[in-house]
């Protein structure tokens, strides 16, 4: 089992710029998770998706659309990239069930806004 | 409110033994689960607190108490590759998590 991957590793955009993240992930997760993490500092939730054909947003969704047509994608979108967008983005996945508070997360994504 | 406090920065001997703490809002809380980042990687689950006690998991363990809102994750006979981030995070309603700021541990010879 791969885990969680993410596509691509590292990208370098200009301001106005869009660009989609992807996630995949082969554990058979239900819930799925988009994370930034900023320099010395914790997680926070961009948007999620606790189902196929489902999203919600998360504590800092402005910017950002996401979308779960298959269950085990979960893509990560910004239209238009501003640099305060430069950040470490982590995909997550969880059962959903029982213990629910694992979440198995990926290598990260390094994003760049100039 | 959601957040957590937990200190910045500790650091430690190898083979010694540290408690990182974390203290919590209690508005809709439901556990609170430690991860481990190390530099340019990704979070991993350590443990998860629900209800009072202490969770051993081999030389990491993690302790909650609920009346006092505030928890702590145990480091036993410390080794060089401790050296991490390490992030408490309660749960939400609907298995969502916030996350604390993280503390940073630095693990000396």
């Known amino acids: 089992n791969a885990g969680v991957t993410q596509t691509p590793k590292f990208r370098v955009l200009k301001t106005g710029q869009s660009m989609t993240l992807l996630c995949a992930q082969d554990?058979?997760?239900?819930?799925m998770y988009w994370y930034r993490q900023d320099p010395g500092m914790g997680l926070r939730l961009i948007h999620y998706s606790v189902g196929e054909g489902t999203t919600a947003k998360g504590e800092v969704p402005d910017g950002y659309n996401v979308s779960r047509l298959k269950k085990q994608n979960f893509l990560l979108g910004l239209e238009s990239a501003a640099p305060s967008q430069t950040s470490v983005y982590f995909c997550a996945s969880s059962y959903g069930g029982d213990p629910p508070e694992t979440q198995y997360f990926g290598p990260g994504t390094r994003l760049l806004v100039l | 409110g959601q957040s957590l406090e937990q200190p910045s920065e500790v650091t430690a001997v190898e083979g010694a033994i540290v408690q990182i703490n974390c203290t919590y809002q209690t508005s809709g809380f439901y556990g609170l689960s430690w991860y481990q980042q190390h530099d340019g990687g990704a979070p991993t689950f350590l443990s998860y607190?629900?209800?009072?006690g202490l969770e051993e998991t081999g030389r990491f363990s993690s302790f909650l108490s609920r009346s006092d809102s505030y928890g702590y994750l145990l480091l036993q006979e410390l080794q060089m590759k401790d050296s991490a981030s390490y992030f408490c995070?309660?749960?939400?309603?609907?298995?969502?998590?916030?996350f604390g700021g993280g503390t940073r541990l630095m693990v000396k010879p």
């Open positions: 607190n629900a209800l009072d």
């Open positions: 554990m058979n997760h239900e819930y």
């Open positions: 995070a309660r749960r939400n309603a609907g298995n969502m998590l916030t």
